[in-house]
T-cell receptor, first 108, second 113 residues
Framework: DAKTTQPPSMDCAEGRAANLPCNHSTISGNEYVYWYRQIHSQGPQYIIHGLKNNETNEMASLIITEDRKSSTLILPHATLRDTAVYYCIVRGLNDMRFGAGTRLTVKP | SQTIHQWPATLVQPVGSPLSLECTVEGTSNPNLYWYRQAAGRGLQLLFYSVGIGQISSEVPQNLSASRPQDRQFILSSKKLLLSDSGFYLC????????????FGPGTRLTVL
């Protein structure tokens, strides 16, 4: 069973920031939060991951609350190519459980 | 750089026929290897993972089996396919440490008729 809860769908205007929330209230101390996205009929693409500190890379930013029970993926300037299903995953050793994800639709 | 290959890309098989899907990784040694299945409109389900040659862990009981005959080769098999085996099968690899991301292959779309 997935350890995360995400809204099933979200819309975002092109050029605006997309903020995708994720709840993981049962996360344990040694588990990381990962974000992947999947464009239709392709393999998932890694975006970012973190343990407890906020993280930023060329694709996105990850904000993790202090109690680590939730996080937010931020795509700072969404483009039409960012339309995909976004998965938030809590990962322990050799364990990657995907839930249903959030279907993000970026609209012009 | 590392790359992961899967074949075939698509496959249509009759019920009761055998299955063999292959995954190979290049550019790394002793990777963790994973097989996932994604049913239509659903998230990914972890089927098997392997931390080394000949070592297979199964996450869910089912009609499928996995083998790792070589360090960078992972095979998903079935002796007799069921209709419910249809789906998108993905192979992935990761470095053998906690805190590393998994890298996914292009996937195989299997349709059982």
């Amino acid at each position: 069973d997935a350890k995360t809860t995400q809204p099933p769908s979200m819309d975002c205007a092109e050029g605006r920031a997309a903020n995708l929330p994720c709840n993981h209230s049962t996360i344990s101390g040694n588990e990381y939060v990962y974000w992947y996205r999947q464009i239709h009929s392709q393999g998932p693409q890694y975006i970012i991951h973190g343990l407890k500190n906020n993280e930023t890379n060329e694709m996105a930013s990850l904000i993790i609350t202090e109690d680590r029970k939730s996080s937010t993926l931020i795509l700072p300037h969404a483009t039409l190519r960012d339309t995909a299903v976004y998965y938030c995953i809590v990962r322990g050793l050799n364990d990657m459980r995907f839930g249903a994800g959030t279907r993000l639709t970026v609209k012009p | 750089s590392q790359t992961i290959h899967q074949w075939p890309a698509t496959l249509v098989q009759p019920v009761g026929s055998p299955l063999s899907l292959e995954c190979t990784v290049e550019g790394t040694s002793n990777p963790n290897l994973y097989w996932y299945r994604q049913a239509a409109g659903r998230g990914l389900q972890l089927l098997f993972y392997s931390v080394g040659i000949g070592q297979i862990s199964s996450e869910v009981p089912q009609n499928l089996s996995a083998s790792r005959p070589q360090d960078r080769q992972f095979i998903l098999s079935s002796k007799k396919l069921l209709l419910s085996d249809s789906g998108f099968y993905l192979c992935a690899w990761s470095v053998s440490l906690v805190g590393n991301e998994q890298f996914f292959g292009p996937g195989t779309r299997l349709t059982v008729l």
